[in-house]
C-alpha cells in the first residue's frame, strides 16, 4: 500500500475546501462531485463520508476506483487516485462520525487508498 509524499501530506493540511471527487459507472461515464466532509485517515487513506450520494455510492458498488483533487491555500493543485473501500462500521466509519457534522447522516465511509499522487501533469507516486 502507498503513502502520501510528505510534502503533499503537508499540502493536504494547507487544502482549500472543497476537494473534488470522481468515480466512474461501469461503462466508463465519469461522475464528480464537490466533498467538504473529508480527512485523511493515516497516511495511505483519504476517507470522504457518504451523506448524500446517490451515483457516487452506485459507482462505488460496482467497483469503481476513485480520485480525488484538491487545491493549496496557495493555488497548487494535487490529485489523488487509488481503489475504493466502504464501511458502515469499524476503525474508518468511527473516525468518520468524529469529524462528519452532526447535521449531516454519514451513511459510510468511503476510503480512497492512495495508489498514484500527481501534481499537475507530474507523477509524484
Known amino acids: 500500500m502507498s503513502v502520501l509524499?510528505?510534502?503533499v501530506s503537508k499540502a493536504w493540511d494547507n487544502r482549500k475546501d472543497p476537494a473534488i471527487f470522481s468515480t466512474v459507472d461501469k461503462n466508463g461515464v465519469p461522475n464528480t462531485?464537490?466533498?467538504?466532509?473529508?480527512s485523511k485517515f493515516g497516511e495511505d487513506t483519504i476517507v470522504v463520508a457518504d451523506n448524500y450520494f446517490d451515483k457516487t455510492r452506485n459507482n462505488i458498488l460496482a467497483g469503481s476506483k476513485g480520485s480525488i483533487l484538491f487545491m493549496t491555500n496557495e493555488d497548487k493543485a494535487f490529485q489523488v487516485k487509488?481503489?475504493?473501500e466502504c464501511y458502515k462500521e469499524g476503525d474508518v466509519f468511527e473516525n468518520m462520525k468524529k469529524w462528519n457534522p452532526e447535521q449531516h447522516p454519514g451513511h459510510a465511509a468511503v476510503a480512497l487508498k492512495i495508489e498514484e499522487?500527481?501534481?499537475?501533469?507530474e507523477k509524484l507516486l
Open 33 to 38: 462531485i464537490y466533498v467538504t466532509c473529508v
Open 5 to 7: 509524499p510528505e510534502d
Open 117 to 121: 499522487v500527481y501534481s499537475g501533469a
Open 82 to 84: 487509488g481503489s475504493i
